[in-house]
């Protein structure tokens, strides 16, 4: 949806790891300058209203978009700025809109006064065969012709193959050097089926950069596990946008999440994400999403699920309070989070309990901790509870308190 | 836990994807013969009852663990057979322990009669510096000694590096070397940390691949989303076991999950993986773990989450229902699950109910739908409820069911 479109001071290649201030320069991986590698100068193209509406229990209200809208983590002062000045032009936001690609869509999409049109089509056989009907040929020829057309209209014009990863490679470059030419602003590849692997991402992006000037953007989705980890090698190999939305919501279980993908960049190229995203926002809008979609944050989502920066005492104990960075490669307090070393007791326990909310940064008298924890314990009589539901308690009891704290001031 | 150490008919190497019978051939991912690649001759260690107990909230008792160790899908026909040989010896299992590498450690090892001893330690600078405070040099000569000292009682020994991303590459290469001369029976990599990407992963594997000779192990926590892709880049650059815990518990937001690294392999290996592994068997571990550790399946898993499976009718909707493998890498039948069309309705209706009881393989009269449907509604009034956990509702309520049906009878 929002993708940050604003000119990036395109920094040197960093890839250190978030703790690279600590970190010895020997190690094999730091200071490799790697001049066609995007991760300290990527964009994200925020897909939670487009993509994230696939999902299937996903029906947003106007009033719920624009929450969501706003509380996306893309709010860095100069994000900020940026929005402000395209707020002075007249404009709410850059208006995209994602249609097939022929010629009486793109008429249609152009009478609605976009700003841009990206264009959409299935490039695999199982497409080819089963979805559109339509050769190789025959998809470039109109592929040009609506692609001029939108371009005489004075609208920026995006084209994406669909199911990339396992379409024909030649047919493929041929489409995207056809377009390119043609003057695109931007290509996409998909993984639509989100089968691909990072050494696949890699190679097909690595060889699409020599064929095309324009950016890339890059869809990928979580089928096998593997949506974030090719999104970096994506942008490893070029790629320049990277399509995510909040929690990874969308078609079956989903695309790249955002949060999971900041985990990822914040540890690959800290300087650049820390300044660029307000990482302290990330929490929220998951919370929101997640209950606009009736879903829990998963138990082991990286940065904001329940035991991402809880560990179990024992052998790293000592370590960890002597020096964190030995058993964390990401510092919690940058996502406004705190770590939290468990004592040996089901989480359900009160001190538990009162440990997650200082972590979470609900404030709360121990009195009315152990009035939450009655709470939870009696919601586990009706039925087995998951640690994950915890939060959602707690916030619901949190919220409450604060409303009876007004009603008293 | 218990590996499948079994010898493996290592088949030449296949890169199809599970739909590789309809996919064409001109993919260029197809038909690879990566001769140092292991996707399709790997090995699991799976060690949901070692690193999963590291999980904050897992505390198993012995029942829990003799249950979870008889659910794991690792009970192919010819697994099981060796099972029954090796139980036919009068052994139970092959017993490993993990210990620090020092002699104190390594003679009690010994002397509790184990048949392996692994060696673990801290080759990070962090490590060295707040844990044990060993150089290089110290942990060499220790490493050997004690090494020497295990062959010497005829016990198996395997020595592992931790966080080995971290740790100085010659400084690794040189240790492993030194190890793999003295005659350890496998090495292993670990990303402690969860830091490493997989390009990181495939240059280390790949390096130390020509420096061994003896197995090589691998190990990746998930902090920034790339567990998995990881432990396929390693099996690629010619690491031969992966660990992994079911749902991927372990310290912090846990391991490569066995199930998800089943939807990767499957898609990679896929002749490999179906005749080796009882893919029927994980959701019911899955389910098994959740509960002893008291967490919900996550909405996202793939295969087993609740929306793995689930297509929101729209533009897909007439290609899936031409041929699923359009918009679908993995068939869900093969892990003895069904594919669900949603037809715009919030998941909490009746019929979606339906739907996901058939999914999941629970038979319920209309009326009995109708009847849990209600309850799920009912507990939606004490407090918002995610439609991942109606999954647990369902299965309770079917268990119920049988337990009455049974007493009828």
Redesign the interface.
Same mark, same amino acid.
């Given at each position: 949806m929002c993708g940050t479109d604003a000119p990036d001071a395109a920094g040197p290649v960093s890839n250190g790891?978030?703790a690279s201030k600590? +970190?010895?320069a020997? #190690?094999?991986?730091q200071n490799v300058n790697d001049f066609i590698s995007n991760v300290a100068r990527f964009k994200i193209i925020e897909s939670t209203l487009r993509e994230g509406e696939?999902?299937?229990?996903a029906?947003f209200d106007t009033e719920t978009k624009i929450k969501i809208a706003k509380a996306l983590p893309v709010s860095s002062p100069q994000s900020y700025e940026d929005c402000k000045t395209i707020c002075g032009l007249g404009l709410k936001a850059k208006i995209l809109t994602h249609v097939?690609c022929n010629m009486e869509d793109a008429k249609k999409a152009v009478e609605c006064g976009v700003d841009g049109v990206d264009l959409v089509i299935g490039t695999?056989?199982?497409?080819q *065969?089963?979805?559109h009907g339509k050769s190789i040929a025959i998809i470039k020829e109109t592929a040009l012709e609506v692609i001029q057309y939108v371009k005489s209209q004075g609208v920026e014009v995006r084209f994406s193959s669909e %199911?990339s990863?396992?379409?024909?490679?030649v047919d493929l470059l041929t489409l995207y050097k056809a377009v390119d030419q043609a003057g695109v602003n931007r290509v996409g590849v998909a993984d639509?089926?989100?089968?691909a692997?990072?050494?696949?991402v890699?190679?097909?992006i690595r060889t699409l950069r020599g064929v095309v000037s324009c950016d890339i953007e890059t869809h990928f989705h %979580?089928?096998?596990?593997?949506?974030?980890?090719?999104a970096?090698?994506a942008l $490893?190999a070029g790629a320049t946008h990277i399509d995510t939305s909040v929690?990874? !919501?969308g $078609?079956? +279980?989903?695309i790249t999440?955002l949060g999971?993908?900041m985990?990822?960049m914040v540890?690959?190229a800290p300087d650049y994400v820390i300044n660029k995203y307000n990482l302290k926002a990330l929490k929220e809008v998951e919370e929101l999403v997640?209950?606009a979609?009736? !879903? +829990?944050i998963?138990?082991? +989502?990286?940065i904001t699920?329940?035991?991402?920066?809880?560990? *179990?005492a024992? !052998?790293?104990a *000592?370590?960890i309070l002597?020096?964190p #960075?030995?058993? $964390?490669?990401?510092d919690p307090a940058i996502f406004g989070l705190t770590r939290y070393i #468990?004592i040996?007791s089901? !989480?359900?326990g009160w001190n538990a309990i009162r440990a997650r909310c200082e972590q979470l940064g609900l404030k709360m008298t121990d009195d009315e901790v152990k009035e939450v924890t009655a709470k939870i314990k009696q919601?586990a009589d009706?039925?087995?509870?998951?640690?994950?539901?915890t939060d959602?308690?707690l916030h619901?009891y949190h919220i409450e308190l604060q409303k009876k704290q007004a009603q008293q001031v």
């Open positions: 790891s978030h600590a +970190n010895p020997s #190690s094999p991986y696939q999902f299937a229990n029906f097939r695999s056989s199982f497409l *065969k089963y979805s %199911d990863f396992r379409s024909d490679l639509t089926v989100g089968g692997t990072p050494r696949m890699y190679d097909l %979580d089928d096998t596990g593997c949506a974030v980890a090719n970096h090698s $490893e929690l990874g !919501i $078609e079956r +279980n989903g999440p999971a993908l985990a990822r540890v690959t997640a209950s979609v009736q !879903i +829990n998963p138990f082991n +989502n990286p699920g329940f035991c991402a920066f809880t560990h *179990k024992g !052998i790293h *000592k370590a002597a020096n #960075s030995t058993y $964390e490669i990401i #468990s040996n089901r !989480i359900t919601m009706i039925r087995p509870l998951a640690i994950d539901d959602s308690i619901s």
